[in-house]
């Protein structure tokens, strides 16, 4: 255990080093922040800085990570882990021998090789850390990744999102203040297109929009694919399905990657796989534009995907001056040539390697954490947005006696501003003899089925001793800046709140921070708002009961200025004044 320096140590602020981590699909990466303020990679004991996400049980019951388990993958196909990233949190098992491991489980071993790196370089015990995940990551999958940390003997201070990490590496110091940014994370398992702007040290995220089944992953099946039809066409036979050759499947997955990789610098690569059935070899040539023609359908997926975010951020190419590629598979000539061309745009370098700008701004937020950046450089604030849409079950009447059950109701649409704050009535249809079972949930997909969705938790409001039907009862939300989302639920006509539910659903945004005073008062539009703010301020001293909500409230007004957006300002005025009105 570190002790604590003598004196008065600030408070929730870890002692000892806090180290960035990305726990990617297909490799991760973990990271600390020099004492003069540089983010640095840390090698692991294979030597790697970039580490395989594999983990292999050998015979001996001994397990292993990193690019150790990655050259025995062939040898012990049926004993490797790999690619789990996406399985977190869904309760499937993956199997290496006869033993089978939750994806958490894998995780947590992947981590633990990273904390001994970390711990060797540092010569200390390493305990705290900042992990990064995908922006739309679900809350399941957050979870899961906190509790894989958590068995590896870590503590996660701060899950933060990747393409915030990527953006806080390029960003600070490299690109310019007062920039909207696009980045393009296209990584192993999934792309995520982030739509965010910079500007006086605020990283203002406006959206995250993805697509879960787009990653190099997927590339390396479309390769393999066409490695399998050359095999077809040179030998005149099929290949045996993975099931039944899973040795000739493993090596044509190796060599599928390489020849993805090669490819985005060569216009051809050549295949020379000896004896990869009985004793039939694959040997050939494969160029770009082949690939090319297997991976269309994937660029119009990425593009479909690149082209929503622009519109959750109201924004057109003309607006954004930074398109941000990051993540392995944006290598790809094909897709950076699609981001050109509708852009109109040079794509940033910045001279960091694009699959380790996350590890390096997860170090970064790592040293935010800990006030050791702020020593260094300016103030840096993050400003996150609802990843999901939340809401409730409801029944939904559609017509006079026809009712559709099991309707989400949504309470906090995706790419709310945190904090975010939600109220809405709702009618019992029972009679007011059992309880009402409030339902949360995070919704998965467009649909408004609560059943397509993913529960969060269940409250229950107990009746209320009355006979009477159609009782107002009242929901509210509050997505906190910390990532808690606080849900309570009262009857209209008892006011006080019934039930009261705390669910962490991690929010890797700024940690409660306040929006800085210097920040917000040089806005164009600060003049609206400061009497009312002012008056905000002096009831928070006289009001400690409600001054969280006058806070929260306050908080959304100042950054409607900062993004200098009247409507939104005026919006959030009056409901602030109706507050005010209500409250005191
Ligand atoms: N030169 C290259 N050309 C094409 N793809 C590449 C190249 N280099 C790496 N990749 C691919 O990038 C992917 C890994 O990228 P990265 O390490 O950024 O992802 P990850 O962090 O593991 O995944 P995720 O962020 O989705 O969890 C792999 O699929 C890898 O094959
Ligand atoms: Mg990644």
Known sequence: MNTPPSGVAPKNIPSGPIIGIDLGTSTSAIAF????????????????????????????????????????????????AMEVKRLMGTGETVKLGKKVFFPEEIGTEILKHLKQA???????????????????????????????????GLEVIRLINEPTAAALAYGLGHIADQSKVLVFDFGGGTLDVTVLEMFEGILDIRTSVGDDKLGGKDIDEAVMA?????????TGKKMPPPSRDRKAAQRIKEEGEIVKKTLSFSESVQVNLPNLVGDQSLVCTITRDELDAQLEDMLMRAMAVVNEALARARLKWDDIDVILPIGGSSRIPMFRRALQFASGKELYSGGLNPDEAVALGAAIAAGIEQDLYQKQQKDIMILDVSPHRLGVATIKQVGSEQFVEDYFSELIPKDAKLPAITKRDYMTLSDGTGPIAIRIYEAVTEGNLCREHRMISELALRALNKESKDEPVQVEFRYTLDGTLEVAARYISAPMVQVDGKFVLDAPGAG?????????????????VLPLIEQVERQVKERPDIASTLNDMAGFVKLAVIQNDEDEVRKRLDKLTDLLFELT
């Open 33 to 80: 922040l020099t004492p003069d303020g540089e983010p640095e990679l840390i090698q692991d004991l294979n030597g790697d800085t970039i580490v395989p996400s594999m983990v292999q049980l050998l015979p001996d019951g001994q397990l292993v990570v990193g690019s150790v388990a990655k050259s025995g993958a062939v040898t012990y196909h049926d004993r490797t």
């Open 118 to 152: 970390a711990e060797a370089k540092l010569n200390r015990e390493v305990k705290d850390v900042v992990i990064s995940v995908p922006a739309r990551f679900e809350n399941s999958a957050r979870e899961a990744t906190r509790k894989a940390a958590e068995a590896a």
């Open 226 to 234: 066409l490695l399998r039809d050359k095999f077809k066409e040179t």
């Open 512 to 528: 409660g921070a306040e929006i800085p005073q210097e920040v917000w008062r040089n806005a164009p539009l600060a003049g609206l």
